[in-house]
């Protein structure tokens, strides 16, 4: 279990002729475009990260997360517990033109100055892996099916499919 901080910023270029692994953990509530994207988060992600040069010369960072964020059921829209992990690929690139020649199986992240700021590079890392779509089980949810839809499922198959407008007047009862 990590216990120690990620820093914030790094001079990645250096990192990576050294080959160093970093590793830490990095409050979620700093993140405030995944506060946007997915409402307020409480806890830590941990963050493994390894600097290296690889065969082509590229200035690379292989890393790993792993975060429990509270995300909001499609359905219901009240958030559940959803654990979100990630493995990704990040090629250092000086501009925007450089970031076009790498390969597609790495992402570029622009240093600037001879700088990185992590935090910048785990938020967008954890936005990317978000999942598209979250429900919770339908015993959990607080939207049961049956308000939703005139019935996609198995158990609806003993009755007449209802009509369109007989299942607007089912929904427009429930609110
Ligand atoms: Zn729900």
Known sequence: MLTTRLPNRVEPY???AHAEHLEGLVALD???RLAEAVGAQ???VAVWLDFAIDAQGRRVIQGHLEADLQLPCRRCLSPMAQRVESDFLLGM???DALAAELPSTHEPVL???EQLNLLTVVEDELI???PQVVYHDEADCAVSRDQLTSGEGAEASDEPAASPFEVL???KGKH
Do not use: I, K, N, Q
Request: proline share 0%.
């Open 169 to 171: 007047r089912r929904l």
């Open 128 to 130: 990317l892996s978000l």
């Open 42 to 44: 409480h806890g830590e």
């Open 14 to 16: 250096r990192l990576a």
């Open 111 to 113: 240093v600037e100055d």
């Open 30 to 32: 700093a993140f405030a």
């Open 93 to 95: 690139v000086s501009s």
